[in-house]
């Protein structure tokens, strides 16, 4: 489309070139002769009149809406007109069903600001900032929802932002309360390697400030535990203003909260855990590294690499986020943590015992040793209970293992395997229920020690050769390691050691040697024949000797012994007694 300015361009030339009337040119151009005779007084075109759109249909109620908007002055912010309520309180109370929204909305829109403006109210206005690099960092918090084992559940997402190069942290937690807050600092301060030298911004959350000192400025009332935390790292804080001006202060991680969950979290994501989706998480903050934010020249990750050398070392000390507590063991051999019950050995029944309640998990202390680590859970009379924290006692009671809670939640965490299953069927069928049992639980007091590929691996080969015994078992689950070791030095070498016995083969002979002759096994006979009496046992030779007799036994059976009379044993006696 040809602009103004070409067209008045075009009008002086033929002016100028072929003396042309005001007519002529008017024809030719096709314009009206007031437009040819700007033309030719000016190069430039008069700038338009914007269009003054005045609706005779509002005229009636603009002192009706003036009033709305004078009573919003004194109002609660969440609770003042919208333009929408004024249409609908137009048409209620004074029949204005003639009337637009698009009318009540631009008329709202200037007419409210000069309302505020005559009221003496302040208007913001927002002034650019600039950023020293490795000098300042945002925190927030935003709500998430992920579909969690199956079912949707809501959850925090912490936030940590470097100001100057936008650079950020995106951790998932089942809570937003302190220890998720710490925790998601140390995340984020380990994989950035250092703190800003400055400060970082935070609003007023429960985490860090206890009360705002109104009329002091920025003063506020630290959380202790907070006031240690930012001591321990060497950092300082800056508290914004409360409320919703206090969010543009801190707007580039308000932006990055919403940013990450539209781009990263739409849809919900589908997982099995937390630490499963704080992994992905990891990979697209690395992915987010190449894109630019706003009109920037360089991306992301190059702001980055920049101010990188520019942090505070972190503290060589490590500091633990959770809240320490210290519960006392029931007769259930467990500890009961806002208000969900986690298991712990059954020693410590009747003991007091230190608890570190993170943001994903509980670690259960006895001084500084720990008895057991628990995934955090937050449903309200909840449990969490491990099988290897009763096995002592199942050992004593092992008829109570079938129905108990324990080997239940093993099963469901896929740690009670099929082949533990198949072992306790067959030891069972060999050894009796109790019996049985104890050999299968002495077989999970194995997991303490070794790890549960070895033991199962174990496991089947007891199985293979039908020796259901506990200390088969370790046998054979040592001889795995002591074998994977072999093949593995193999694979670095590409040649087996010379030298050495393992688990059951001569020294000196390596495992490709004499590949005809078979790996020697620990087998109890007698267990193998009651697993499966039709079973050949392997690993024996033909049996060809006759079978046993009694007869030469039976021949001291058919001796009579002859009856003797009382004068000879007299006489006998007094033989002897001679």
Not at 6 to 23: C, K, N, T
Not at 53 to 60: D, H, Q
Not at 120 to 134: D, I, L, S, T, Y
Not at 184 to 201: D, N, S, V
């Amino acid at each position: 489309m040809e602009s103004r300015v070409d067209l008045f361009a075009r009008i002086r030339r033929d002016a100028r070139v072929e003396g042309l009337s005001v007519r002529a040119l008017a024809v030719r151009h096709g314009v009206h002769r007031r437009t040819v005779r700007q033309a030719l007084t000016s190069a430039s075109p008069p700038e338009r009149k914007p269009r003054q759109g005045v609706s005779r249909r509002l005229e009636p109620f603009k002192a009706v809406i003036d009033a709305m908007l004078v009573e919003d002055t004194t109002a609660p912010r969440k609770q003042r007109h919208t333009a929408r309520r004024i249409l609908a309180r137009l048409v209620e109370e004074h029949g204005a069903e003639e009337l637009s929204y698009s009318t009540v909305r631009d008329y709202v829109r200037v007419r409210r600001a000069q309302i505020d403006v005559e009221a003496g109210r302040r208007v913001e206005v927002f002034v650019p900032q600039e950023h020293a690099p490795g000098a300042e960092a945002e925190v927030d918090f935003g709500e998430v929802w992920v579909v969690l084992n199956g079912v949707k559940t809501k959850c925090h997402m912490f936030v940590y932002r470097l100001s100057y190069s936008g650079k950020a942290i995106h951790r998932v937690y089942p809570t937003q309360a302190q220890e998720a807050f710490l925790e998601g600092h140390i995340e984020a301060f380990t994989a950035l390697g250092g703190i800003p030298t400055r400060h970082i911004r935070y609003d007023n959350l429960t985490s860090a400030v206890t009360a705002v000192v109104f009329g002091q400025g920025r003063q506020r009332q630290e959380n202790d535990r907070w006031v240690l935390f930012r001591s321990h790292y060497g950092f300082d804080a800056f508290y914004c203003q409360p409320g919703i001006d206090g969010a543009h202060e801190k707007g580039g991680v308000e932006g990055e909260v919403g940013w990450f969950r539209r781009n990263r979290l739409s849809p919900m994501p589908i997982v099995g855990s937390l630490d499963e989706l704080n992994g992905r998480i990891g990979e697209w903050e690395a992915q987010d590294e190449a894109r630019r934010i706003s009109d920037r020249i360089r991306t992301v990750g190059q702001d980055f690499d920049f101010e990188r050398p520019l942090f505070a070392p972190l503290s060589a000390e490590a500091f633990d986020p959770g809240v320490v507590l210290t519960p006392r063991v029931d007769r259930s051999s467990m500890i009961t943590v806002r208000m969900v019950k986690y298991s712990v050995p059954a020693r410590f029944i009747g003991q007091q015992v230190r608890v570190s309640l993170r943001a994903s998990e509980i670690v259960v202390f006895d001084g500084r040793t720990i008895l057991a680590r628990h995934h955090r859970i937050t449903v309200k009379h909840g449990q969490s209970v491990q099988l290897d924290h009763y096995l002592e006692v199942l050992r004593t009671k092992p008829g109570a293992l079938p129905g108990s809670t324990a080997l239940s939640r093993a099963r469901d965490a896929g740690t009670f395997t099929s082949a533990h299953e198949a072992f306790w069927a067959a030891s069972r069928r060999v050894n009796g229920d109790s019996d049985g049992t104890r050999e299968l639980i002495d077989v999970l007091l194995l997991h303490r020690s070794m790890s549960a590929d070895d033991i199962q691996a174990g496991i089947r080969a007891a199985l293979e050769v039908g020796a259901v015994n506990a200390d088969v078992v370790a046998v054979e689950a040592r001889r795995h390691v002591a074998m994977s070791d072999v093949v593995n030095d193999a694979a670095g070498s590409r040649s087996l050691p010379v030298g050495g016995a393992i688990s059951g083969r001569p020294s000196g002979v390596h495992r490709g040697a004499h590949a005809d002759q078979r790996e020697q096994r620990v087998v109890s006979l007698t267990q193998r024949r009651l697993m499966d009496p039709a079973a050949v046992i392997a690993g024996l030779p033909a049996d060809n000797r006759p079978a046993p007799s009694v007869n030469a036994y039976d021949e001291l059976l058919a001796i009579r012994m002859q009856p003797i009379s009382a004068g000879s044993t007299n006489a006998a006696s007094k033989e002897n007694i001679s």
